[in-house]
Each structure stands twice: as structure tokens, then as C-alpha cells.
């Protein structure tokens, strides 16, 4: 029994080998290699290896990288609200109100297929819509409702929340759609018999039961926008910042030990909300 | 079947805006690209021609675009194969729950949740400082696997967790050795799902840009050829490229389905041989 124990691990270990190799080569010792480096010195022209605590001093002693932070979570905060509200509802149409299987696969899909297209031309997409003579402008002029075009559509927070909604939604859709169609609908059926209503059948059942996939879509939708930088650089024309875009200025001037440091510590901020949010959810049964 | 309520109207409604929200702009991009010579980058169409796709074929214009487009597809490709050996191999082996497996899956998640510009950077600095040169087909390869390994690893799961053991114990039962069960019996109940692995594989590399950013070296890909473009080209010749470029993925996302949509059929007209006995 031992033996065929043993037998079972060494086995594993072999098939899960290139796996674990690819994330040790590509994974973790870059993030390694990062955590060194930010202890690093740099001059002009290379960094040079060191322990000095100079670049996290720096970070840290500098107000802009609070400013930074805050527009990070405020950019993520913002954006899981609503990517969470349209998902929420979208998957809640898909899985409850679309009768056949045929047609909840075939809106499914329709609802996936952006997110195998590049990021980049859907963000170039929206150029046409939000430009100062784009079609918003133009409607809303035509319409009577202002007179001078809106300047604040393109590059612009607001453009860079919207980008951020059109990108990510999906990542809220499919995990909520996926536990939503795994809820017993015999459930539903009880709950509508012991006379409640609508309202209080999505709030008492279907809102609790949609818990770990809503834990899910989250992650994803916060890792992603915390770690974004060119979202941010490209909607709102290089105008605001948010950690990402801090890091790879720093990599643009080759100042890599700087870029490292905030590196070490975006990476930190998004483990430990990760960590808060795993507490609600155990992926692997969720799967 | 009892009426549509009131509420299947207002969320029917909400549904069709949200996919005119997700394909709209695209579709606009889709008109504008076919500008004429005259046109800018917003409404109105000056005419309409084929003027800033003939361009996309000159080399002044826009660079290397068709380069860089074989890069990337060579390069998904590449990406796409291996998703899908380790990710099928990896899967197996969770079956397994190995020593160290939870250790292994919590990289996993790091690996989906940790912001590609770290994976950039810290690729990058490995090379840079090993002495070795970044190139497209193996730092970029690598940086581009820890975005589409977990994707297939969790489809991977997805699959097992719904995995029906008896049939492979049937085959045991049988005197099916290990590697014919494997073969015979798992491989092709979890195929139409490595199709979905391979579409994740091909398309999530194709686009990827980040993980791209410092480990393509001195031949870019076709996302950071875009990127590069949208600083110094104003023309609707960008809008050419993205129209081009998203037909070409939708044409591959509509080759994937399809093939998983033949392979479902397939398997449910030949899904048993009873009867027919095997030699």
C-alpha cells in the first residue's frame, strides 16, 4: 500500500513536471529576481548590485506614490461596482430567463467571443465614439443637450472606467453565469411556493447561492485592474497614473531597481486582497 | 410554458444593450476602416474605398505589420500546443494529489492573479542579466504561458471535477493497462474540452501584449506593433489593421467552435460501439 502511495507522488510529480517547470522558470524566479533587484542601485547608464533600502525609501517617502495607490483602488473600487452590477444582471438573464439550452449557449458566447479579440483595437475602437467630433458628441449636440463638445469623454477618467467595464465585464459574467446554473431550481420553485416574491427570491437565494462566483469575477476584475498600466496610459492620454503606469515609466528611464520596488509592493497589495478574498471562496470546489 | 413576465423584457432589453455596449465600437471601427482617401478618424465617411487596407500593404506606411502578424501566429501556435500537453498533463496529475500539489495550485492562481508588467519586468531581468539575448520564441514564449497555463489548468479542473471514474475502472476491469486507458478511454471524453484549452491557448497569446512588453526583444508581435502604431498613426490605416486582424481572430474563434461543435456531434453518433466489437 506504501509503495503504490509512493508510487502515486512519483507519478504526479512526473506529469505535473513541465507544468511546475514553466511556472519556476517564468513565475517565480522573476518574481525573485524582482525582490533582489529592488535592493539594487542604479546610476544612468546600469544598476549595479547592492542592499541598500534607498528605492523603497524613496517610494515610500514620496507623496505621489499615495496619490498613485489611491487612484488604483479608486480605478478598481469603481470599476467592480459596475463591472458587478452588469454582470450580476447579464448572467442572471442567461441563466434564469433564457428557457433553452441552445440560446443560453449561443448568448453565452456572444458574450465571450470580445474576449478572445486584442484589448488593444477595442480600446482603439472607442476613439470613434469619445472623440471631441466622435458620435457621443455629435448625438448629444444634435439633440440639444449641449452646445460645445464634451472635452472630458477621451482621455479622461472616465474614458479609462469605461474602457475598463468593456474589457473586464466578462470576467464577472462567466463565473457568476457558471455558479448560477448550478443552482438547484427546485429551490427556487420552494421559495416561490412559500409566497416570496421576485424581489425577495433574488435577495433570500439567488444572491447567496452566487456567492463564490461572485468572489471569483471579483478577483479577477481587481487583480486585473490593479495590475493594468496601459488601459490607463492609453484612455486617458497619459494623463492620469495608477501603479502600473508607475512602474513601466520606470522602466521606460531603465531605472529597473525603482521599478522593481514598486513592483514588490503592487505585487504585495494584490496578494493580500487576494488573500481577503479567498477567505469567502474555495476555487477549487467551485470549478 | 407559463407567459414571459415584465421583468424577461426589461432584462431582455438590458441584455441587447450590453452586447451593443461590447460591439459597437468595434463595428464602428469596422465602417470606419473603409474611409476614403480623404477620411479621418471619426464620422463622417468622406466616400467609401479600400484605400487604407491597400496601405496596410506598404512597408512606409505602417512598418512591419505582416512581420510581426507572422510572429504572432507562429507564436500562438506554439503557445497553443504547449497549453494544451501541459495543461492535460498537469490536470492528470492533480488527479493525483500529489505532495506539494496545493503549493503547485496556489502558483497557479498566482500566476493568473499577478500583474503582467511584473512577469515583463521580471522576465526581462533575468535575460538581461544572464546574459541572454530576449527573443519573441522564448522569453516572450515563456512570459506568454503564465497567462495561458492557468486558463487551461482551470478548465483542466473544471473538466476532472465532472469526470465520471467508472469508465476508467471499467477499463481496468478489462485489462486496460494505464496508458490504454488513458489513451483509449479519458483522451477521448476530455477532447472536445481541449479544444476550448487550445482556443484559450491560441487567442489569449495572439493578443497579449504586457507579458510581450520587454521579452519580444528586437522583432516586435502584431499587439505591440498596434501599440506602437497608435502613437504616431493618425489615419484610419489603424482602424484597417484592427478590422483585419479582429476578423482574422474571429475567423480562428469560429474554427475552434467548430470544431468542437463537429467533434460534440461526433461523439454523440459514435459516442458507443456497442455491438460492433473491437478486434
Excluded at chain 1, 459574467?173 to 448560477?180: D, G, K, L, Q, R
Amino acid at each position: 500500500m506504501e509503495k503504490l502511495l509512493r508510487n502515486k507522488a512519483i507519478s504526479g510529480w512526473l506529469m505535473a513536471a513541465p507544468l511546475t517547470l514553466v511556472l519556476a522558470f517564468f513565475l517565480v524566479l522573476p518574481i525573485v529576481l524582482i525582490v533582489v533587484v529592488s535592493f539594487w542601485r542604479a546610476t544612468e547608464f546600469s544598476i549595479i548590485p547592492a542592499f541598500v533600502w534607498e528605492n523603497y525609501e524613496f517610494l515610500f517617502g514620496s507623496s505621489v506614490t499615495y496619490q498613485v495607490f489611491l487612484n488604483t483602488f479608486k480605478y478598481a473600487a469603481i470599476t467592480w461596482a459596475l463591472t458587478l452590477v452588469i454582470g450580476f444582471t447579464v448572467a442572471y438573464f442567461l441563466a434564469f430567463h433564457v428557457r433553452t439550452q441552445t440560446w443560453q449557449i449561443a448568448l453565452f458566447l456572444l458574450c465571450t467571443i470580445p474576449f478572445w479579440t486584442s484589448n488593444i483595437i477595442r480600446m482603439i475602437s472607442w476613439i470613434p465614439f469619445l472623440g471631441r467630433n466622435g458620435i457621443a458628441n455629435s448625438t448629444l449636440i444634435s439633440w440639444g443637450v449641449i452646445d460645445e463638445p464634451l472635452e472630458w469623454l477621451l482621455f479622461s477618467d472616465f474614458a479609462v472606467i469605461l474602457a475598463f467595464v468593456h474589457l473586464y465585464t466578462l470576467f464577472m459574467v462567466v463565473p457568476i453565469f457558471n455558479t448560477m446554473m448550478r443552482i438547484d431550481k427546485s429551490l427556487i420553485e420552494a421559495a416561490r411556493d412559500a409566497g416570496a416574491s421576485g424581489v425577495q427570491i433574488l435577495w433570500n437565494v439567488i444572491i447567496p447561492l452566487t456567492k463564490p462566483g461572485i468572489m471569483i469575477g471579483t478577483i479577477f476584475v481587481v487583480t486585473l485592474v490593479m495590475g493594468d498600466f496601459i488601459t490607463v496610459r492609453f484612455m486617458s492620454g497619459s494623463q492620469s497614473a495608477n501603479v502600473g503606469r508607475l512602474i513601466s515609466n520606470d522602466i521606460a528611464l531603465l531605472a529597473y531597481p525603482s521599478a522593481a520596488a514598486t513592483a514588490v509592493v503592487l505585487l504585495l497589495t494584490v496578494l493580500i486582497v487576494i488573500g481577503i478574498l479567498l477567505r469567502f471562496v474555495d476555487i477549487r470546489r467551485e470549478l | 410554458m407559463e407567459p414571459r413576465s415584465r421583468s424577461f423584457y426589461l432584462l431582455a432589453i438590458f441584455f441587447a444593450l450590453f452586447l451593443l455596449f461590447l460591439y459597437g465600437p468595434t463595428i464602428t471601427i469596422g465602417i470606419l476602416s473603409f474611409q476614403g482617401p480623404g477620411g479621418g478618424l471619426t464620422f463622417p465617411m468622406r466616400g467609401t474605398s479600400l484605400h487604407w487596407f491597400r496601405d496596410l500593404f506598404e512597408q512606409q506606411a505602417v512598418g512591419d505589420i505582416w512581420g510581426s502578424f507572422g510572429r504572432s501566429f507562429l507564436l500562438g501556435l506554439m503557445v497553443m500546443v504547449t497549453t494544451v500537453v501541459v495543461s492535460v498533463m498537469g490536470g492528470l496529475a492533480f488527479r493525483k494529489r500529489f505532495p506539494g500539489s496545493t503549493v503547485l495550485f496556489y502558483l497557479i492562481i498566482t500566476s493568473l492573479v499577478i500583474p503582467s508588467i511584473l512577469i515583463s519586468l521580471g522576465v526581462g531581468l533575468m535575460f538581461s542579466q544572464t546574459g541572454l539575448d530576449v527573443h519573441w520564441s522564448t522569453s516572450g514564449f515563456g512570459s506568454q504561458l503564465t497567462w495561458t497555463l492557468p486558463f487551461g489548468l482551470l478548465i483542466m479542473f473544471a473538466v476532472f471535477n465532472r469526470f465520471d471514474k467508472s469508465y476508467e475502472e471499467a477499463a481496468r476491469d478489462l485489462g486496460a493497462s494505464p496508458w490504454q486507458t488513458l489513451r483509449h478511454v479519458v483522451l477521448p471524453i476530455i477532447a472536445p474540452s481541449l479544444i476550448g484549452v487550445a482556443l484559450f491557448g491560441f487567442t489569449l497569446s495572439y493578443d497579449e501584449f504586457a507579458r510581450t512588453l520587454l521579452t519580444a526583444g528586437s522583432y516586435n508581435t502584431l499587439p505591440l506593433e498596434i501599440f506602437g502604431m497608435t502613437t504616431n498613426v493618425t489615419t484610419p490605416v489603424l482602424y484597417a489593421l484592427g478590422t483585419l486582424t479582429t476578423a482574422f481572430s474571429l475567423i480562428m474563434i469560429g474554427f475552434f467552435l467548430c470544431i468542437a461543435w463537429w467533434s460534440a456531434r461526433r461523439k454523440a453518433r459514435t459516442g458507443s460501439d456497442a455491438g460492433k466489437g473491437l478486434v
